[in-house]
């Protein structure tokens, strides 16, 4: 029986935690679930402490933003003999009953890393413009050409990952733009990268991140971020 | 118009004199701050090292005049503008290399004490549990059939 780990990032998210981690305890309870605690403002903390059906919580100290954060589950994983982690964020947008889809990828061994992605179908559960459409197919090509694997959503955080990998990354982990960039420092390292199509649920409440004017240079900064992951040595050793 | 070029010359002489002067002391200065520990010996180096060219163009001006005839520039102060930016270049890249790896160093810290607080607390409360009465603890108690009082 595989150890199995879930980690839900959160940050402020006292609104949705309680939800969230129900919902991944109704699943299978089996699995452990690690809530990391961004250094909410909020008592996401003590509402995750309470539902009583969590592994731990971890506080961090003071904000470290997603990749700072996620890169502690793996520390985590990693010391506690973990086979699989699975980033859930504690938002609520992802769906628990698809875990299961990830997961299978990685533990057939069919894969490293199982990425759910909300385009590699046609599937109009995301409603995306054109303009959207556009940036998600020159993100496609810009990380064939540097990793030779297609995969169409970089910016998915609902993704597992085998032994090795968390070994990879409680290491290296990066945190500017972590989703693309580990895609991109997997790919590098030779890493076996597999995607499924996942829905996701619109965001609740506010607006996306990247306001359409901004798209442009949101799209600079990340490949720029992802090509200089590509130009790092390769840091993977065999142990 | 001899007189004006003597002036321009006194002039030169007098910026000279404020360069020496004011290297030298950008020199000493630091040699303060490292001996009364307000700079690290390994972050000081650059700085030295950059005062002393200072010094040593300021005081040999011919070098001066030489190395801007080499890289051709015409008026030779601007040569020493050129390699006081060069110095100040040096010295912000590796200020950025630092924040860099202090950044670094200080997440791994922060994630390294959040796991240790949560190890502490998982074996504050494993201890609780150690505490409570075990079955075995009960072997020398008597049963009670009543509650007492």
Known sequence: MKKILIIVPAFNEAENISRVIHRLYDENRDWDILVINDASEDNTSRLARDTGKITAVIDLPFNLGIGGCVQTGFRYARD???????????????????????????????????????????????????????????????????????????????????????????????????EPEVVILLGRNGFRIRETFTQMHERQGGVSSIPLSKGPYYMIKVMLAMFMSSIRSKTYRNE | MNKEVSLIAQNIQTTQYIAIAVSLGLFLYI???????KIKEEYSLLWLFSSIVFIFFSIWRDGLEYFAKLVGIAYPPAALFLILMLAIFLILIEFSIIISRHSEETKILAQEIALLKNRIEMSESGKKAQNTIRKDDLGDVEPVDEPVG
């Open chain 1, 80 to 178: 506690n003999g973990y086979d699989i982690t699975l980033q859930f964020d504690g938002d609520g947008q992802h769906n628990a009953e698809e875990i299961r889809k990830l997961l299978d990828l990685v533990i057939s061994g069919e894969a490293d890393v199982a990425i759910g992605s909300r385009f590699s179908e046609k599937h109009d559960g995301f409603k995306s413009s054109v303009y959207r459409r556009i940036g998600i197919r020159i993100f496609e090509w810009f990380s064939f050409m540097l990793i030779r694997q297609r995969i169409t959503d970089h910016t998915s955080g609902f993704r597992a990952y085998n032994r090795k990998a968390i070994k990879f990354l409680a290491d290296y982990y990066p945190s500017d733009y972590p």
């Open chain 2, 31 to 37: 040699l303060y701050l490292v001996r009364k520990k």
